[in-house]
T-cell receptor, first 112, second 111 residues
Framework: DADVTQTPRNRITKTGKRIMLECSQT?????MYWYRQDPGLGLRLIYY???????NKGEISDGYSVSRQAQAKFSLSLESAIPNQTALYFC???????????FGPGTRLLVL | QKEVEQDPGPLSVPEGAIVSLNCTYS??????FMWYRQYSRKGPELLMY????GNKEDGRFTAQVDKSSKYISLFIRDSQPSDSATYLC???????????FGKGTRLSVIA
């Protein structure tokens, strides 16, 4: 089984809808991250969490919110989706102060 | 100036060629350097990790860091069609600061 899982893997939604992307991990890592990837723009950090009670904004947090429900679960919400949030979204994890991160398989989101 | 610059390619090479992928960066505080490989429709996977300057070898892959020039490289020897992917460099000052990624170089190895 994959160490980092993301659900759904693909999602089509309409402008204005609220959607949630979920991430779960079995690696036992304390730190979790949400990124979006766009062609030509690379990976950009949205939010990150060093533990259950810690949430930090990344480079592009506007229009997004997160919830760290447990050490193993980190959800990303789009309160009112807009077309320019169409992207590939990745969850990642890391352990303690180690620099290396481990990525999930991604969620492909299309906002119409 | 972007913190990390990486030529997006695409780079196309014949099977068996030596491939050189590079990133330059502007932040002299970066000490930890990584290369990730991302296959189409998959998440990035960690390929190489190095600390500070120097070389690290793992099979057909060699990562090289030159902090004085703010330049990192990934060499792939005897390239295979299965190496066809996007390669992302990433770096950070410490485990408590976010990773900064290059935009990735798309590589195709032609059989």
């Amino acid at each position: 089984d994959a160490d980092v899982t993301q659900t759904p893997r693909n999602r089509i939604t309409k402008t204005g809808k609220r959607i949630m992307l979920e991430c779960s991990q079995t690696k036992g890592h304390d730190r979790m991250y949400w990124y979006r990837q766009d062609p030509g723009l690379g990976l950009r950090l949205i939010y990150y969490s060093f533990d259950v009670k810690d949430i930090n904004k990344g480079e592009i947090s506007d229009g997004y919110s997160v919830s760290r429900q447990a050490q193993a679960k980190f959800s990303l919400s789009l309160e009112s989706a807009i077309p320019n949030q169409t992207a590939l979204y990745f969850c990642a994890t890391s352990e303690g102060t180690r620099e290396t991160q481990y990525f999930g398989p991604g969620t492909r989101l299309l906002v119409l | 100036q972007k913190e990390v610059e990486q030529d997006p390619g695409p780079l196309s090479v014949p099977e068996g060629a030596i491939v050189s992928l590079n990133c330059t960066y502007s932040n002299s505080a970066f000490q930890y350097f990584m290369w990730y490989r991302q296959y189409s429709r998959k998440g990035p996977e960690l390929l190489m990790y190095t600390y500070s300057s120097g070389n690290k070898e793992d099979g057909r892959f060699t990562a090289q860091v030159d902090k004085s020039s703010k330049y990192i490289s990934l060499f792939i020897r005897d390239s295979q069609p299965s190496d066809s992917a996007t390669y992302l460099c990433a770096m950070t000052q410490s485990g408590n600061t976010p990773l900064v990624f290059g935009k990735g170089t798309r590589l195709s190895v032609i059989a």
